[in-house]
């Protein structure tokens, strides 16, 4: 007898993470779960006794199809890190009171390192107070950034977008008989897989992106600028991808650079450009080529018309992965991917102690980056199988169709 | 006997260009012609001595397939506007010895207002020096702003990949539990046609966007902020379009309204936000709601994974309308769209003195805006046939397959 169960999401949300929410409800469903609870808005609604009982809003194959193409979090989100036990054990015992009214035996947390740290916590909690629900983190992020995992479920919807969205850029950005300079600033703060993702543009039938800049290395802006006025004196049009959080060697980020006068507009704001649009500006200014910049910002992360159909069906399993576990005694611990074979591509789940996994950030290793501004083909063979096959949205009047929380 | 024909590219690219070209190359082949010339950027081009033989680069319908799939102009673009023939007789006469030299008898130039222009230069001044080659206009816009023609090849495209995003940026926008703003600025100097599709995300599965403001239509900012207060005042999450043409009272475009103090950066160059970029720093600091900008820039000409099969499919037929009419004898003429039904959607082809189209902007009528910052369902209708149907783009090692002149 495995009881009720609940769900959330959180932390930022991505193209697929609604397909992990599918492969816990749907597994659940299947391995004899009598209700499904979803938490709307994550741990904080469950809070504020804020949930939904899933069955009643995915009633059909076809709601499961639609869901695993809706983008964004069906449950809400939230970023609430909660607090150390020893720091306030009240939220704690509101959360297992919600849960032992509910009678939940398992808790599944779709999220990023926050949201492993919930389930980290969680956890503790009860072997504290002797509880016998079992806490479970299924990842997803499309920074990549978790520890232990391969990789990341979100990860590959958001590279493919990237290079699908390159390779049509760069067609755009080439069109004239003069060098135009585009810039493309990509997600990720402090770890560079989804600008690397950008290499995946170079293909038999396109020149790629010229320059990659990853915020793994320090930023020189005037190697920058000399690498920018040497490639376009052959007249040749660049496109280059920035990571957002690339830094100079004191430990600015570029767009910080833009700020260190007072600067206020009609309104007396203060404005900030991203690290494009500086870069943009400066080569327009300096060198007097004509430049664009160009933010993919929120698209990346939601652009669930361009999924890879590897990274649905990998977000499905370890959702899936994670209810088995817990149905089988598991607890504090995540669903990791573990690649197997690289040709064919493999990748198996596997579960990892909580403890290893939460808060800790996984960047790209150094030697995966050239000197010239690239990344190197392991780092390419790496991003490659995570893009690839496709699953096609289902269009109604012209547009892709979601399914809405209270559409049903 | 038919003899040679060329044709080229102007302007800025759309989505679905290539798919004119298509409709000229097969066209005229199928109508008899013996040489089909592409000039490489345009009329610049052409003067230059830069043309191919189309044949040598379109061999299979595989190569059909792929070039109406591939975003950008396969001729590559320029934006040289021919002088006055009074001005400037001899430019006149470089190019019909070129034309003459090439043995074409008919000249088919795809592109917007412009372009159009170059069309009836052209066949002016072969009216005054007795040439009895044919000068035929295709159009193409993203902005929908050619004067006659009901609607442009390449807007259909546009107006669907900006619906469809922003169904995404929605479900994204709505996803924590704390109000949020987001301003998504949409391309369109003077006439709001792309901002409009904005509407078309209102939909069973979507809230839409929730305020739309165009061009045509000055901009109050102490109204706009006052509307962003109330609607957010629920503690709802707003998503709102704006073009990047929009003007306050003064004339002034809002993205200059950051401009007036001299702003300059770190390395004393003076730098322009956006209009949505504006606004959002504007909202954040008066009213302290989050907000982020988000601009389509040039992702909504070039998005061609996300076409109207509609679009496509007229982009073909006007070009291939252009060669029907030219080889029975027209010249000086455009080919424009004429809607005959709305409901069953038939559109028609025609031709239409290019005196009476180049250089008119057509903008969005004022009874189709209403007072409360949205369109009417008017427009709507008009709009909605345009994005409907896909093609769906050719999937090669997970990402869309393009034709790249010189690769085949």
């Not at 499904?36 to 709601?63: A, F, N, P, R, W």
């Not at 802006?221 to 052959?234: G, L, P, W």
Request: proline share 3%; net charge negative.
């Amino acid at each position: 007898m495995v009881g009720n169960v609940i769900v959330g999401q959180s932390g930022g949300p991505t193209s697929v993470i609604n397909s992990s929410l599918v492969g816990v409800y749907k597994t659940a469903k299947d391995r004899g779960a009598n209700k499904v609870y979803g938490m709307l808005h994550g741990i904080k609604g469950l809070l504020d006794g804020q949930y939904v009982d899933l069955s009643e809003h995915i009633k059909t194959t076809l709601d499961i199809d639609l869901l695993k193409r809706t983008p964004s979090s069906f449950l809400g989100s939230c970023r609430y890190k909660l607090p150390e036990i020893c720091d306030n054990k009240e939220v704690y015992e509101q959360i297992f009171a919600k849960l032992k009214e509910l009678e939940i035996s398992a808790f599944f947390y779709i999220g990023g390192n926050d949201s492993m740290d919930t389930i980290k916590k969680l956890s503790d909690y009860a072997i504290l107070i002797n509880s016998d629900i079992k806490f479970m983190g299924v990842p997803k992020t499309i920074d990549n950034d978790l520890a232990i995992t391969d990789h990341t479920p979100g990860y590959g919807s958001a590279a493919k977008f990237i290079a699908a969205s390159l390779k049509e850029i760069i067609r755009d950005g080439l069109v004239y008989d003069y060098p135009t300079i585009t810039i493309v600033e990509i997600m990720g703060r402090n770890a560079g897989w989804l600008t690397a993702a950008a290499a995946l543009s170079r293909s038999d039938d396109c020149e790629g992106v010229d320059m990659i800049y990853l915020p793994e290395k320090v930023f020189d802006i005037a190697d920058f600028m000399e690498q920018v006025k040497k490639r376009s004196a052959t007249g040749k049009s660049l496109v280059i991808a920035v990571s957002e959080g690339i830094k100079v060697a004191d430990g600015r980020y570029v767009f910080e650079l833009a700020d260190h006068v007072e600067f206020v507009d009609a309104f007396g704001h203060k404005q900030l450009a991203g690290s494009a649009k500086f870069l943009a500006d400066k080569i327009g200014s300096e060198l007097g080529i004509k430049t664009r910049a160009l933010e993919f910002s929120t698209l990346q992360r939601c652009a669930a018309h361009m999924t890879s159909r590897t990274d649905i069906t990998e977000a499905f399993q370890v959702g899936g992965a994670a209810v088995k576990a817990a149905f089988e005694g598991e607890t504090g611990k995540v669903v990791v991917l573990k690649r197997v074979s690289d040709d064919p591509y493999i990748c198996i789940t596997e579960t990892h102690d909580v403890h290893k996994i939460a808060n800790i950030e996984k960047k790209i290793p150094l030697e995966w980056i050239t000197d010239d501004a690239y990344v190197t083909d392991d780092l390419i063979h790496y991003i490659r199988p995570l893009i690839q096959a496709e699953l096609s949205p289902i269009m109604v009047d012209g547009l892709p169709r979601h399914l809405r929380l209270g559409d049903e």
